[in-house]
């Protein structure tokens, strides 16, 4: 389904990807380990078309997506729930449901955004109130649901479990299960490695712009390395 | 009954200045430039709207329109050749090129039709009635309500359609707005024209009003309007609103009083006020900047 081969990012001077080549395959979870600043994040703006890369190629369904405009890869079927969130804090929920589905003709979209609430309850609460005053971890509900309502091929993930409470993680990593069971294919950025190795089909592990190692989700579990670096132990 | 008729004056005069001080806050929230050039916009939207209606006959409310559409398109053209360049500039060049193309439209007009004022002509009958015992001027009257169906029509846009939704989104987040496939060039462009329109039909209301326009008549109103924006919380449309109409009744109250030499100082001072005891404004947060 997507195929990166090789790519080099840059901020300005700084060299954030080296080289880096991964794949996803359709139905997969794959997951992205890797310290803080290694380019996890860099990655995967870069697949979501916020950054552009100096060389190599993105192959997404056979088409070239290198270098294409965020806007118009949102198109082609990848959504991207960002680091940190990004909600519109200045807009409500239901219309920052209504943004994500921006690129859509169609005449679902109120019902999409009515599952949305199903997936999410909490949200349908909230539905009148302005995102900015959600907690973390219903900001981090609206994020994905937002990123939902594109109806997405691929969903790019990047830390979802951030700042969160251990029942919330263990519920957003419920709810990403749902997600891939229902056809959509993921790739999700992580720091709790434990969780994400215990529902990514695969990994890579990237460390300062390269990518290290790859394998099975239970090889990498029971790599020594891995162990001591990313699983504590 | 006298402050009845001073109310409606100073309101009608607010809602010149608050459609002005729109577009400036609308450029303000959506990329952060104190777009200077917008007073130049205004006199643009007052000389079209002279033309058309002197020149070629057209009624009141074609030649606002035409005024509207000239001034869209112009706002749009200043974007898209000036400020799309500089989005990732520092913010002090792209001011600077707002006030190189404030002067630029300025002397080009001076340069084609020379600097001599020109008189409106009086399209909008101007009878005055009675309204509890004050005398209400039609033409003041008008240029309110048509006013405050421009402001609600902008609300409308704003909050109910999908391009207003991106407006908002853009101007929160850019990138975030272009992970949604939202154009983000294409939405500027539309805050330009949306922005530009109000300002070339606050200057045909202007004309209307003051019967006397020239090539320099946007520095004034364009300045007090910026102030308007920055009293109501610049980047915040009801604040520009709200801003607008204060100036514009502070303005005609001061002059009432018998103070009319103070009538522009009045705007002034309220913006060193303003920016020394609440710098976000009325309608602000007082909120640390977004990065
Ligand atoms: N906007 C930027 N400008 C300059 N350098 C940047 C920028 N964003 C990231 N970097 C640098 O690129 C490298 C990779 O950053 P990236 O955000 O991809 O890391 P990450 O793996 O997502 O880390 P984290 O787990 O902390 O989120 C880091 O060294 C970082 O300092
Ligand atoms: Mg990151």
Request: charged share 15%; glycine share 10%.
């Amino acid at each position: 389904m997507l195929k990166v081969d090789g790519i080099d990012v840059f901020y300005g001077n700084i060299h954030a990807l080296k080289g880096v080549s991964i794949e996803v395959l359709e139905g997969e979870i794959v997951t992205l380990i890797g310290a803080n600043g290694a380019g996890k994040s860099t990655l995967l703006k870069t697949l979501s078309g916020l950054l552009k890369p100096k060389n190599g190629s993105i192959q997404y369904e056979n088409k070239s997506i290198a270098g294409k405009a965020a806007q118009t890869i949102v198109k082609t079927g990848i959504s991207h729930v960002p680091e940190g969130r990004r909600v519109f804090a200045n807009m409500t929920v239901e219309e920052n449901l209504e943004l994500g589905a921006y690129v859509r003709k169609d005449k679902q979209i109120q019902k999409d955004i009515q599952k949305v609430y199903e997936t999410f309850p909490r949200l349908h609460e909230r539905r009148k109130q302005l995102s900015g005053t959600l907690s973390g971890g219903e900001q981090q509900m609206l994020a994905m649901g937002r990123a939902i309502m594109a109806k997405p091929k691929l969903l790019l993930l990047d830390e979802p479990s951030m700042g969160l409470a251990p029942i919330m993680v263990k519920t957003i990593f419920e709810i990403i299960e749902d997600i891939n069971k229902n056809g959509t294919t993921i790739l999700l950025v992580e720091q709790n490695a434990h969780m994400a190795l215990s529902v990514a089909k695969r990994g890579y592990v990237i460390e300062t712009g390269r990518v290290v190692l790859t394998g099975s989700a239970k090889d990498l579990q029971a790599s020594e390395e891995i162990k001591s670096a990313y699983l504590g132990g | 009954m006298e402050w009845v008729q001073q109310l409606v004056n100073g309101i009608s005069l607010g809602s010149i200045y608050a459609l002005i001080a729109l577009g400036y806050t609308m450029v303000y929230g959506i990329i952060k430039l104190i777009n200077f050039a917008h007073g130049e916009i205004f006199m643009i939207g007052a000389f079209v709207g002279f033309y058309a209606i002197s020149g070629w006959g057209l009624g009141f409310f074609p030649a606002l329109l035409l005024a509207m559409t000239v001034c869209a398109l112009f706002g749009v053209i200043i974007e898209r050749v000036a400020y799309r360049r500089l989005r990732n500039a520092t913010r002090i060049a792209a001011l600077i090129t707002a006030i190189g193309i404030s002067l630029l439209i300025q002397y080009v007009v001076i340069y084609f039709r020379g600097a001599q004022p020109e008189a409106y002509p009086n399209v909008l009958s101007n009878r005055s009635f009675d309204f509890f015992g004050a005398q209400i001027s039609s033409q003041s009257l008008m240029i309110l309500c048509t006013s405050i169906a421009l402001m609600i029509l902008l609300q409308f846009i704003v909050h109910k359609t999908k391009i207003g939704k991106a407006m908002r989104a853009v101007s929160h987040d850019m990138d975030a707005a272009r992970l949604m496939g939202i154009n983000v060039n294409t939405t500027i462009s539309a805050t330009f024209a949306i922005g530009s329109a109000l300002a070339g039909a606050a200057g045909v209301f202007f004309g209307v009003y003051y019967t006397k326009i020239e090539p320099l008549m946007g520095v004034i109103p364009g300045l007090k309007a910026f102030v308007a924006a920055v009293l109501g919380g610049i980047g915040i449309i009801p604040g520009a609103m709200v801003g607008g109409l204060l100036l514009g009744v502070v303005e005609t109250v001061v002059s009432a009083l018998g103070y009319s030499l103070w009538r522009d100082a009045a705007a002034f001072i309220i913006l060193i006020l303003i920016l020394l005891f609440k710098p976000s404004g009325i309608f602000g947060k007082n909120a640390r900047e977004k990065v």
